[in-house]
C-alpha cells in the first residue's frame, strides 16, 4: 500500500503547476540526458541527478561546474535541450493528471504551467504524455531566472490576475518548492522526491487529490 500524507484542505484561487514530475514523468528521458552529460564532464550521474530537477539547465550546470563561465552554459544547454526534444521514449502522464487538468478546464478554474522547460520541449512533453497545455504559461524563454528564484511563479500569478497569496504551487523537486515558497505561496509536494524538501502537503500522485469549486469562485484542495 503507498504511504499517504494526512489529508489537508487547502483553498486557492489559483493554481500554479510545474510539469516534469508533477504532470508528467519524465525521469527516465531526464536520467539518459544527464548521465550522459556526467560522464563528458568527468561527473557522477548519481551525484549530477540530485542537482537538475526543477532548475533550467544552465543553472544546474552553473551548480555543477561553478568555474565555467556562464556562456558556455547557456551554448551546452541549448544543445541538451535538443536532445531531450528529440527523446520523448517513456514520457508519460504522472497518475491523475489527466483528470486533474480536466477538472481544472472544465471548471474554469484559474491555472498556469510554470516550467523549467522551454517552449519546444514543454509542448513535445505534454503532448508526448497525452495532457492539455493550459492556456497560461510560463517557459525557461519568460524568465530571466530559474528556479529556485521565483520569478516563474510570481509571473504566472500576475498573468492570472491573482495575489501569491491566493494561489497553491504544485512541485516535485526541491528548487520549485523553494521557489514556491520565496514567492510566498503555499505549496504542494507531488511524488517521493518532493517529500524531503516539507511541502505545505504531499501527495505520491495526482489520484490522492480532490477539488471542490465554491460558490465564490474558491477551490478548496482536499490534498492526501
Not at 133 to 147: D, N, W, Y
Not at 209 to 217: F, H, P, S
Request: proline share 6%; net charge negative.
Amino acid at each position: 500500500m503507498t504511504a499517504t500524507a494526512p489529508s489537508t484542505v487547502l483553498t486557492a484561487r489559483a493554481l500554479l503547476l510545474d510539469m516534469d514530475g508533477t504532470l508528467v514523468n519524465s525521469d527516465a528521458v531526464v536520467e539518459r540526458v544527464w548521465r550522459r552529460w556526467a560522464e563528458r564532464h568527468g561527473l557522477d550521474g548519481d551525484e549530477v541527478l540530485k542537482v537538475v530537477h526543477g532548475r533550467q539547465g544552465y543553472a544546474s550546470m552553473a551548480v555543477l561546474l561553478p568555474d565555467r563561465p556562464m556562456e558556455q552554459n547557456h551554448a551546452e544547454n541549448a544543445r541538451l535541450l535538443a536532445e531531450e526534444t528529440a527523446d520523448m521514449d517513456g514520457v508519460v502522464p504522472v497518475p491523475g493528471a489527466p483528470a486533474f487538468l480536466s477538472f481544472l478546464r472544465t471548471g474554469g478554474v484559474p491555472h498556469a504551467l510554470v516550467t523549467s522547460a522551454d517552449v519546444a520541449l514543454s509542448t513535445a512533453r505534454m503532448t508526448a504524455a497525452g495532457l492539455p497545455l493550459p492556456a497560461i504559461r510560463v517557459t525557461a524563454e519568460s524568465v530571466g531566472a530559474s528556479k529556485p528564484d521565483p520569478e516563474g511563479f510570481l509571473k504566472g500569478a500576475a498573468e492570472l490576475g491573482v495575489a501569491p497569496a491566493d494561489c497553491v504551487v504544485f512541485e516535485d523537486s526541491g528548487a520549485g518548492i523553494a521557489a514556491g515558497r520565496s514567492a510566498g505561496m503555499r505549496v504542494v509536494g507531488v511524488g517521493d522526491r518532493a517529500r524531503a524538501y516539507g511541502p505545505d502537503a504531499w501527495v505520491h500522485d495526482l489520484t490522492q487529490l480532490r477539488l471542490e469549486i465554491a460558490g465564490d469562485g474558491e477551490v478548496r484542495l482536499h490534498v492526501g
